[in-house]
């Protein structure tokens, strides 16, 4: 965990996700069951717990169940639960990084992304920027289907996701620590 992050910096990691339709939310931990935890991020319930930014498409609606927003029923019961941990996997810190790069990528494939070379070093630079707030010991999971143990997502196009929204296509990233979890994702159309 880098100790000199601070709110500017970590607003300056969301804008990785500028050109995306993103999600991007931190809570505090407050259940055994970190599904809990993120179900209450997906229904509004809670603030990021120091403060920092956020993305939410939706913010200011006063209905979060319009049709438009995206989340699919989040969990409420042990066998919901169940239902959302079949949708991830864990996945490896060493391959967040250039998940988290592909998710601000249209299309999220590198190898089809105009300018991609350009942009890496830059797209790179926020996503360690927001990584850095989620110390050892945080394990990351993704609906992203990947192949290998520690997969480098600029080489492997997503070919797959197990849907946790109405939209088209979503992809995302969740990380559990003992203190928070964190939801970043990103949409297609609906």
Do not use: C
Request: proline share 6%; hydrophobic share 45%; aromatic share 12%.
């Amino acid at each position: 965990m880098t100790d000199d992050l601070t709110a500017q910096a970590w607003a300056d990691g969301l804008a990785l996700y500028e050109d995306r339709w993103a999600f991007a939310a931190v809570a505090r931990r407050d259940h055994p069951e970190w599904w809990f935890d993120v179900a209450a991020i997906m229904r509004g319930e809670t603030a990021d717990p120091r403060g920092w930014a956020s993305l939410d498409p939706y913010e200011d609606e006063s209905d979060r169940e319009v049709d438009a927003f995206a989340w699919i029923d989040p969990p409420v019961h042990p066998a919901d639960v169940e239902r959302f941990q079949r949708s991830v996997r864990e996945l490896p810190r060493s391959s967040v990084d250039s998940l988290m790069v592909l998710l601000g990528v249209v299309g999220m494939n590198a190898a089809k992304t105009w300018d991609f070379e350009a942009r890496r070093p830059g797209m790179e630079r926020r996503a360690l920027v927001l990584l850095s707030r989620f110390p050892d010991g945080t394990r990351f999971h993704s609906n992203v289907g990947w192949q290998g143990e520690r997969p480098n997502f600029y080489e492997q196009p997503v070919n797959g996701v197990s849907a946790f929204s109405r939209s088209r296509f979503d992809a995302g990233l969740i990380a559990v620590n003992d203190a928070e979890v964190a939801l970043i994702w990103t949409f297609e159309s609906f």
